[in-house]
């Protein structure tokens, strides 16, 4: 197993949230060996805290104060926050609590216990966690679930992911009726990655009403499955887009759900698979270290655009992004727009080159042997 730089809150309950297959039990586990495990995947064990979430009290054996107590996929049983509240309170016992989703939470009218538990969450791999197995090319062809590294046909494994998905997240926890809607839904999705998303456009592709497609997309970030970025536009200088762009959280689910073919470019899908391995990576950093960015792209009306724009206390980073070893001039153009709106940015073109040097305020970086140390950019 690789080791993730999440860190165990210190005498502190928390949730922890992430899609399904980044590893939470597998790390849980093993970071808390000697906790108490209460799995709601398992029938028997959620029908009897169905019945009666009091009951909950009943799965902590006598002495466990010291000890973890795991709850996976929490939100099947929203009810039961109410004892894990009281057991916290009255007990002084500290909760793990694991979910996919916190949809069901929050349509459930809970606060989250109220500031009782931390909020933390967890992402696809990390290059720096990978270790001797980060590779590039694997990266952009699968992406960075633990298990496509780990399986031995790892584009298998994306594909049962996806099905998985579809069966088990969406049928099982009834967020939509016409699940062929919803697969015709994630195709035409993957055609809008990395992309300003036309919500009008992917109803038309899918023969879905406007309003179904915004509810699709709010479940798949509801799931923890995508995002959607805002365009950074403090103190414009230029008239902006308004519309978002939008990404799914892993490259290899993105390229599993996108149709690839004669009439399908493969630059194209190479560089939006880049581009989400980029910001899988800035996404994952920012939160576990606590770094307090918030991530933007940013994108004029006379089509300048930059890929990924993080802004916080720290200061303010744009990144562009290149599938190619080369790179000309107007690869700069939107960069150098940005820093000329934007002095106090620090800018930096990331290519599949091997070549690192400055070009007028702008780094330019080798993207292979960046990633695992971009956290020193931010």
Same mark, same amino acid.
């Given at each position: 197993?690789?080791?993730?730089?999440?860190?165990?809150?210190?005498?502190?309950?928390?949730?922890?949230?992430?899609?399904?297959?980044? $590893?939470?039990?597998?790390?849980?586990?093993?970071?808390?060996?000697?906790?108490?495990?209460?799995? +709601?995947?398992?029938?028997?064990?959620?029908?009897?805290?169905?019945?009666?979430?009091?009951?909950?009290?009943?799965?902590?054996?006598?002495? #466990?104060?010291?000890?973890?107590?795991?709850?996976?996929?929490?939100?099947?049983?929203?009810?039961?926050?109410?004892?894990?509240?009281?057991?916290?309170?009255?007990?002084?016992?500290?909760?793990?609590?694991? $979910?996919?989703?916190?949809?069901?939470?929050?349509?459930?009218?809970?606060?989250?216990?109220?500031?009782?538990?931390?909020?933390?969450?967890?992402?696809?791999?990390?290059?720096?966690?990978?270790? #001797?197995?980060?590779?590039?090319?694997?990266?952009?062809?699968?992406?960075?679930?633990?298990?496509?590294?780990?399986?031995?046909?790892?584009?298998? /494994?994306?594909? #049962? /992911?996806?099905?998985?998905?579809?069966?088990?997240?969406?049928?099982?926890?009834?967020?939509?009726?016409?699940?062929?809607?919803?697969?015709?839904?994630?195709?035409?999705?993957?055609?809008?990655?990395?992309?300003?998303?036309?919500?009008? @456009?992917?109803?038309?592709?899918?023969?879905?009403?406007?309003?179904?497609?915004? $509810?699709?997309?709010?479940? +798949?970030?509801?799931?923890?499955?995508?995002?959607?970025?805002?365009?950074?536009?403090?103190?414009?200088?230029?008239?902006?887009?308004?519309?978002?762009?939008?990404?799914?959280?892993?490259?290899?689910?993105?390229?599993?759900?996108?149709?690839?073919?004669?009439?399908?470019?493969?630059?194209?899908?190479?560089? @939006?698979?880049?581009?989400?391995?980029?910001?899988?990576?800035?996404?994952?950093?920012?939160?576990?270290?606590?770094?307090?960015?918030?991530?933007? /792209?940013?994108?004029?009306?006379?089509?300048?655009?930059?890929?990924?724009?993080?802004?916080?206390?720290?200061?303010?980073?744009?990144?562009?992004?290149?599938?190619?070893?080369? /790179? #000309?001039?107007?690869?700069?153009?939107?960069?150098?727009?940005?820093?000329?709106?934007?002095? @106090?940015?620090?800018?930096?073109?990331?290519?599949?080159?091997?070549?690192?040097?400055?070009?007028?305020?702008?780094?330019?970086?080798?993207?292979?042997?960046?990633?695992? +140390?971009?956290?020193?950019?931010?």
């Amino acid at each position: 197993m690789y080791r993730r730089m999440l860190a165990i809150p210190k005498n502190k309950s928390f949730f922890l949230f992430g899609a399904r297959g980044t $590893g939470k039990t597998t790390w849980l586990k093993r970071q808390l060996s000697d906790s108490v495990y209460i799995d +709601l995947l398992d029938a028997e064990v959620f029908t009897e805290l169905l019945a009666h979430p009091t009951r909950l009290a009943h799965f902590v054996p006598a002495g #466990s104060k010291k000890k973890w107590i795991v709850i996976d996929e929490v939100q099947k049983l929203p009810e039961l926050l109410d004892e894990v509240h009281r057991l916290i309170e009255n007990e002084c016992l500290r909760f793990v609590l694991t $979910g996919s989703s916190a949809r069901k939470l929050k349509q459930s009218g809970t606060n989250l216990l109220a500031g009782r538990a931390l909020t933390k969450f967890m992402y696809p791999l990390l290059c720096s966690e990978l270790g #001797s197995d980060y590779s590039l090319e694997h990266a952009l062809e699968y992406g960075f679930l633990p298990s496509t590294y780990t399986e031995a046909d790892p584009k298998s /494994y994306l594909s #049962s /992911y996806v099905q998985t998905f579809l069966k088990e997240e969406v049928q099982q926890e009834g967020l939509t009726r016409n699940l062929g809607a919803f697969s015709r839904f994630l195709e035409s999705a993957s055609f809008s990655q990395a992309q300003v998303l036309n919500m009008s @456009a992917v109803g038309r592709d899918c023969s879905l009403r406007r309003k179904v497609v915004e $509810g699709y997309f709010t479940i +798949l970030e509801d799931l923890l499955l995508a995002d959607r970025l805002p365009v950074f536009a403090r103190r414009a200088k230029r008239q902006m887009v308004a519309h978002p762009k939008f990404m799914f959280f892993d490259a290899g689910v993105f390229r599993t759900l996108r149709p690839r073919g004669p009439l399908d470019g493969a630059s194209e899908i190479d560089g @939006a698979a880049l581009e989400t391995v980029v910001f899988q990576q800035l996404k994952a950093i920012n939160a576990y270290q606590d770094l307090g960015y918030r991530l933007y /792209y940013w994108r004029t009306k006379t089509n300048l655009e930059v890929d990924l724009v993080l802004y916080g206390e720290r200061g303010l980073k744009a990144f562009e992004i290149k599938r190619s070893d080369r /790179y #000309s001039n107007e690869d700069l153009k939107g960069l150098r727009a940005f820093k000329q709106d934007y002095p @106090a940015a620090d800018t930096y073109f990331l290519y599949c080159g091997s070549r690192e040097f400055d070009e007028n305020g702008i780094q330019v970086l080798p993207l292979a042997e960046t990633l695992p +140390l971009i956290r020193e950019y931010l």
